[in-house]
C-alpha cells in the first residue's frame, strides 16, 4: 500500500482484522481464512506458507491519520532515508 496512512480510519480498521486473520491462518496452520468478503486458500510450497504486508507512509503531512493500535501492533517499523 502507499500512503497508507491516508486511507480513512474506519477503511484501516477493517484492514487490520484482514490482516490479522491471515497471520492467524499463517501461524495456526489453516488451509483458509475468512477476510470478511470472502474466503481465501493459503497456499504453501513445500510445507512453508509466507506473506509480506508492505506500506509506505509519510507522517505529518496534512490529511494524514495516525495508524489505530492494533494496526500498529502488526506492523514493524523500518525507516528508511535517502
Excluded at 29 to 54: H, L, Q, W, Y
Excluded at 56 to 79: F, S
Amino acid at each position: 500500500f502507499d500512503e497508507f496512512n491516508r486511507i480513512n480510519i474506519e477503511v484501516l480498521s477493517v484492514v487490520s482484522a484482514q490482516l490479522r486473520a491471515i497471520q492467524n491462518a499463517l501461524i495456526y496452520n489453516k488451509p483458509s481464512c475468512d477476510i470478511g468478503f470472502g474466503e481465501i486458500m493459503v497456499k504453501r510450497v513445500a510445507g512453508f506458507a509466507t506473506c509480506g504486508f508492505f506500506i509506505t507512509m509519510n507522517p505529518g503531512y496534512a490529511g494524514r491519520t495516525e495508524l489505530p493500535d492494533n494496526l500498529k501492533a502488526l506492523m514493524r517499523p523500518v525507516a528508511m532515508m535517502v
